[in-house]
Nanobody
Framework: AQLVESGGGVVRAGGSLRLSCFASTQTFSSYDMGWFRQALGKGREFVAA????????NYADSVKGRFTISRDNRKDTVYLEMNDLKPEDTAAYYC???????????????WGQGTQVTVSS
């Protein structure tokens, strides 16, 4: 599967962004999907994940209540709605496809190229 993220940009603290990840595969609905992020000089960090049907989700504590992951299997797309953004949310955001909603990047098989989110104070 090839994954392509979009929707990143520069936003002021307190603002919102919606990231999208399109998967070029005919079996999108069979994958669990996740979002990870990596800030400059830091390791890859789990953000959120959603199972194949959209019925189960998993969030990092740092984004609970602010970020929402969703998916549209008819459009082969997963979304990350980000509200009340903070400067510490600044990072490159990556979507990933796997077979669980694990918070470990090792459990995901396919990765996108990333989209940059910058939150100014």
């Amino acid at each position: 599967a090839q994954l392509v993220e979009s929707g990143g940009g520069v936003v002021r603290a307190g603002g919102s962004l919606r990231l999208s990840c399109f998967a070029s595969t005919q079996t999108f609905s069979s994958y669990d999907m996740g979002w990870f992020r990596q800030a400059l000089g830091k390791g890859r960090e789990f953000v959120a994940a959603i199972n194949w049907s959209g019925g189960r989700t998993n969030y990092a504590d740092s984004v609970k209540g602010r970020f929402t992951i969703s998916r549209d299997n008819r459009k082969d797309t997963v979304y990350l709605e980000m509200n009340d953004l903070k400067p510490e949310d600044t990072a490159a955001y990556y979507c990933a496809a796997g077979t669980s909603i694990s918070s470990s990047y090792e459990d995901y098989d396919y990765w996108g190229q990333g989209t940059q989110v910058t939150v100014s104070s």
